[in-house]
């Protein structure tokens, strides 16, 4: 079942490699079948050039393996917990990007700096608290998403499509598997520029009204980005 | 009409993507005809891989759209501004590539640290103030292109053929389209040369009389560098 | 002899090529026989692609060159104190690897500041002491063996495939040429990491427990990574 | 005439963009011919992908033109200096390779930092003092060679195959062509090296001992790295 599906997250996944957001089989991307409810993700530890589409694994909503031969990412619990949270989402991107990734191991918040941040990203990218003893030991992979919704809290989660997880590596979000691989990419390239422009002096992030200027012109009703397609998640 | 033109425009743009400026569709090239002065530029949010020629959007000298089935770049309104005080340039570009970008991000003015910037910047490279709020909710691409004008007020734009937004990114301009591409990459370099020039403890600039040498041995009427080519912009 | 080992020692040798852990001939990799005990290892200062499976050098247990017309790898001597004293090691491999080398140049340990770097290492890898003037002059390549060891002491190898050589560069292990290569690209991708966490304020190791649950769901009899691999070393 | 040669310099041009040193037309290779001590250089100017041999400009020991109807690289006059005080080289290149140049920018000699730099250059890499007002108007690229001759004084120059110029970028020789480019290839790696070591908070060079070792097991009559092939220069 979900053939399509399986092409597209087998394709998401492979465009994680094309971007050289990840090594070995350190990454995963899922996405979410609108009518079922079903999570469909990469197995886990299979070489990406050898993967194919009908290795991916399907899980329902509550992450019970409903078909595949292999296991899931290791980190599908994780994946679960957003989807179930993070109502509107349909796709999930998890990387060691290694910008993204020194910014979470530095335990920090990712500040917007500039208006390619702002583009995607409506203020800084929170980074979670790091998980306790006791949530580590029971049920890692829940905790870590549970952290995430967490640290969301209230907070809108559609004009933050990404989170840093303390001492670990970001998660990332979209409408689908696509955008939410579009969203690692520009994750690890916001988290490149924001660590050059410390290191050259600033620390003040952009105004509000820039802020708002940039993430209101590619997003939400108003868009005048692009060739009026309907605006992204 | 301008169909050479379209070629040129396009390959220029496709340039920015081969020298990695470029990550999905954040740059735009643009170039003006020398005789009617309209102005050639791309189209809004098109993937790179997949533009045409025939997709350029052209449009007269006071940005008003008079050919293409394609909104153009949402930053049109800042080349109009650019061609139309820089009256002797003919090509604009615009990225976010990440070391220039991260300068704009720290506010800061990109110093002559070396003799490369001198062949091409004569002095440092400036960075415009922020946009106020006002300037920014009224008409943004303009006031970004007007903040330009503002910055040069009556210093010469033709040996100082880039400038960095405050927050944003670069502007480069030349003759055409593929020098102001040129500049792109040079300011890219340069920007990133120059962190690494600061972090090692040199935050001075060349002596006046190197800055001299470097650049009117390549630009200018005594220019000794190259074929006897006519000098550059 | 060992025809087979050949192939798999030149295959670890390219792998560090396609890697890009080497420069020019800087680096090498060797595998060992279980059966003889035999040492297969790369020839000296033979440019990668010209490198063919028939140049191989075969050692023995002590180092004696039992086959091959060419000179081995001027590194072997530390090679084989590697294998005499990590008995259930398989493969070494040495490279100049440019971030991993920076953190050995500044004669620091490598903390782990994240799970990329707990997924492999349990705990933070350890550099040298410098090599006095008396071992650099006497018989420099088996000294840095021999330090090598003694920065271990008694201390699990198995659990930590990888050193810091003081002012030189990382050697790394595993139970084969392939598995020693897989760690020699971690330790560059985490000392990468490493440099900028740190840059970004944090000097912090990761909590204990959160290295257990990483190290540990990936290594040992509770792993449940992959698909039922047993585990690597 | 110089056929043979000029192909070689052609080559030693190519493989400076091959090895990423050169952005545009911005480097250039020259070898000496031994029997003529004519002089061998690319032309000024002209695109890499578009050279070819018979463009090679011959210039005499005094640095005339002699054959060639393009004008050579501008800084030709630079070479010829160089071969004519250093009398054992046989190759020059110059490049604006990004991390050597930010050193040179930085003003700043570069430590011998680790095992790496000890096998190519026996010490500290040089920076020249800034030139003088009166020797950059006069004969600029005559100082240029002057100022690296002067820095040098004494010392030997076959052992230290390279310098910084202030504000400006490195230069490098060789015994032949091939080798001035490999020399700045490594000066290249070892000043990005270089500059990571010093941000992870060492500026202690390698003790003195362990550079003879490395300089020494490379270079010279006890030279035992490779395959017994001739030391080179």
């Not at 996944?13 to 990840?22: A, E, F, G, P």
């Not at 979000?173 to 600033?202: C, P, Q, S, Y």
Request: charged share 25%; aromatic share 8%; proline share 5%.
């Amino acid at each position: 079942m979900h053939e399509l599906l399986k092409k597209k997250v087998l394709e998401a996944n492979l465009d994680l490699v094309r971007h050289n957001l990840v090594l070995f089989t350190w990454g995963n991307a899922s996405e979410r079948d609108p009518e079922t409810g079903h999570i469909v993700i990469k197995p886990s530890g299979v070489p990406y050039d050898e993967m194919r589409a009908d290795q991916m694994v399907v899980l329902d909503a509550e992450g019970k393996q409903i078909e595949g031969d292999l296991r899931p990412s290791s980190d599908a619990p994780t994946h679960v917990v957003l989807y179930r949270h993070f109502k509107n989402i349909g796709g999930v991107v998890h990387t060691h990007s290694e910008w993204a990734t020194s910014w979470a191991q530095a335990g920090r918040n990712l500040p917007a700096y500039g208006t390619t941040h702002a583009d995607y990203f409506y203020g800084k990218i929170p980074c979670t608290r790091p998980l306790t003893q006791e949530e580590i030991e029971e049920d890692y992979e829940v905790a870590t998403g549970d952290v995430i919704v967490a640290t969301f809290g209230n907070r809108e989660y559609e004009s933050m499509p990404g989170v840093l997880v303390h001492g670990h590596a970001p998660f990332t979000w979209g409408k689908d598997g696509r955008e939410a691989v579009h969203h690692a990419v520009v994750i690890e390239e916001v988290a490149k520029m924001a660590f050059r422009t410390e290191v050259l002096g600033n620390r003040r992030s952009v105004d509000q009204y820039l802020l708002d200027k940039h993430y209101l012109r590619k997003h939400g009703k108003n868009a005048c980005y692009g060739q009026h397609k309907p605006p992204t998640l």
